[in-house]
């Protein structure tokens, strides 16, 4: 059995198209590991792409990456992302994503 890990950026995309068409091997299946917090924008262009492929895309998930990280501050030796930022310059601050 071949499974394409599809993370819907740039790469697997093109992996994923290009087997579509017969420009790579076929796969049987695609998995998208969600981690609970993509944007909008990635979750619509996924939903697409298992419209347009001959094959199944199996999406999984195990929680949610940022309540899990958000959880775990202070708890773990571990470094946990940020996701709030601040712009040198402007201050302007930014959420992710």
């Given at each position: ?8 950026g ?51 998930q ?7 990280m ?21 201050g ?6």
């Amino acid at each position: 059995m071949v499974i394409l890990s599809l993370g819907v950026g740039v790469q697997s995309t093109t992996m994923a198209l290009m087997s579509a068409k017969g420009d790579l091997p076929p796969v049987d299946c695609a998995i998208f590991a969600d981690p609970g917090y993509e944007s909008k924008a990635t979750m619509t262009y996924l939903n697409y792409l298992t419209t347009i492929l001959p094959y199944p895309v199996f999406k999984v998930q195990k929680g949610n990456i940022k309540e899990d990280m958000l959880a775990a501050k202070g708890t773990t030796n571990f470094v946990v992302a940020p996701f709030y930022n601040q712009h040198t310059i402007t201050g302007k601050k930014r959420h992710d994503p």
